[in-house]
């Protein structure tokens, strides 16, 4: 590339939709605030979508590669990605407005994660690790977020198709801890920090995606009626259950005062994690990413997100509980290295456990039968944000598809019988 001053590149397949205002003035303007040095210029830029319309729900990811120079005329180069929102169509608009997505994830990266990240720069054992992408700038303007782009040091997405094997998920969950327990340390310091953060995708605040969930789930119980004469009682409990199930999933996600809440991530899904790997392709190091339904709840509403959406292979249930005794001895550990002082506060393994089935356990269901079909769902001509948030032929063809994933339709003949067992499929 040549160093030819204001030099802008962009991909032609992607110009019409990159938004206008990603420009010279706007990109210098970004760098100046975050390196606090005014004497930067922008020698050329290069823009290329990361995701194109329809491949995110919510956002439009914007890669960035910038040639600038400063005072000193020292020659850089940063690469950077930019988050954000998709309001093209007016119901979209209003559905996003509702969920306070955007606004959550700029207080996430402007005023959470960087306390988080001082509290762990105050720990010796913890100022080299990274949990989450360094923030460059929050635009509340543009609803965008400016991050640092983790393909320059190393990392990236796994295989959300194939899941995640035991290393991926431990790593995975050792830095889920380490958020979760700054949070708690935090909240210890200034209780109630984090209540604003009450928005995750099931609240007390919105109605957006109910509609689309109640005729999902409807399709999802007929598709399970099919399975065969042993699996007619369950999908007519799901049935059942579909007149309460905003309120169940609302209860789970409702910080509980005598449990365990932290600042979740919301959702926590491989997706939603990158890897770094070594030579040999083995799994090094994770970094969590994707802030938009951070919420003040349990713990247990990441773990059952995780947990059936993001693991390779079939459901098994000693191994998932395995797990959440994996992430319980994290959370621990990391709260050792907070100095955190209150651990009469933070349950034993037996009473988490507990908490994870009795009063969370409901969330599975959703992440099963809803969720976990969607994540794994292949390419389909009528994803896109309308067919969440809209009505008519695109979200029934979107539905129909969902339910019809002949990838899940397994693990839904496994996990039936073990929800009814542990009590979740009762009103």
Known sequence: MDRTEHNIIKDSNDSEDIPEWINKDYLENCLKNSFKDESIKILNFYTKLASK???????????????????????????????????????????????????????????????????????????????????????????????????????????????????????????????HACSIVLDQQNPGCFKKFDHGIYNRHSEGLNKFYYTLMQKVSYVIHNFGDEFINYSKKLLNLIPYWIEKERQCYDPKPNQLNVLAHGDFWSTNIMFKYDEPGQPLDAILIDFQFSVWTSPAIDLHHFFNTSLAGLPNADKMENYVKYYHDELLEALKLLNFKEFSKIPNYEKFLNEFWISNGFHAIQITFLNKSTCLLGHCSAACPEALFGKGEKVERFQWAIANNKLVHEHWRILLPFFEKKGLLNI
């Open 53 to 179: 319309k329809g491949e995110n729900y919510v956002s439009l990811i914007t890669r960035v590669l910038i040639e600038y120079e400063n005072k000193n005329l020292k020659y850089n180069i940063g690469k950077y990605i930019i988050k954000s929102s998709i309001e093209d169509d007016p119901i979209t608009k209003k559905v996003i407005k509702e969920y306070q997505a955007f606004e959550d994830e700029m207080l996430m990266y402007g005023e959470a994660l960087p306390k988080i990240q001082e509290l762990m720069n105050t720990q010796n054992n913890l100022q080299e690790i990274s949990v989450f992408p360094k923030p460059i700038y929050c635009d509340f303007k543009n609803n965008a977020i400016i991050l640092e782009d983790l393909l320059q040091r190393g990392y990236k997405g796994a295989d959300r198709l194939k899941g995640l094997d035991e290393q991926h998920a431990k790593l995975a969950l050792k830095k889920l801890a380490i958020f």
